[in-house]
């Protein structure tokens, strides 16, 4: 039983930076594909950045330069560190897990059926 659990999401100022985290448990294979999506009510979740079981990052363009994602095996997590916040960064952001060829797809972004697990999000508020 995969539980994606995120945390962190805070209300922010604009210009300010947060970090998010999402501790993953159950996953049984060695590796993976993780993903952080963004939501506003009304619309579809947001591809925002991503992060296989090698290491290899892709961000989307719309976050590019102000959105990181990295991974610490050790513990588990995923966190995204968000600087210079925006109003418009404000949402629902959600991690989520799927087989590690999505990460291999430079495609990766429009593949946001192949993340078979989710985690229950975390509000950010700019």
């Known amino acids: 039983h995969v539980q994606l659990v995120e945390s962190g999401g805070e209300l922010v100022q604009p210009g300010g930076s947060l970090r998010l985290s999402c501790v993953v448990s159950?996953?049984?294979?060695?590796?993976?594909?993780m993903g952080w999506f963004r939501q506003v009510p009304g619309n579809e979740r947001e591809p925002l950045a991503s992060?296989?079981?090698?290491?290899?990052?892709s961000v989307a363009d719309s976050v590019k330069g102000r959105f990181t994602i990295s991974q610490d095996n050790a513990k588990n997590t995923v966190d995204l560190q968000m600087n210079s916040l925006k109003p418009e960064d404000s949402g629902m952001y959600y991690c989520?897990?799927?087989?590690?060829?999505?990460?291999?797809?430079?495609?990766?972004?429009?593949?946001?059926?192949?993340?078979?697990?989710w985690g229950q999000g975390t509000q950010v508020t700019v």
């Open positions: 989520a897990a799927a087989p590690p060829q999505v990460c291999l797809d430079s495609n990766w972004s429009s593949r946001r059926a192949d993340f078979t697990w």
């Open positions: 159950g996953y049984r294979y060695s590796t993976y594909c």
């Open positions: 992060i296989d079981s090698d290491g290899r990052t």
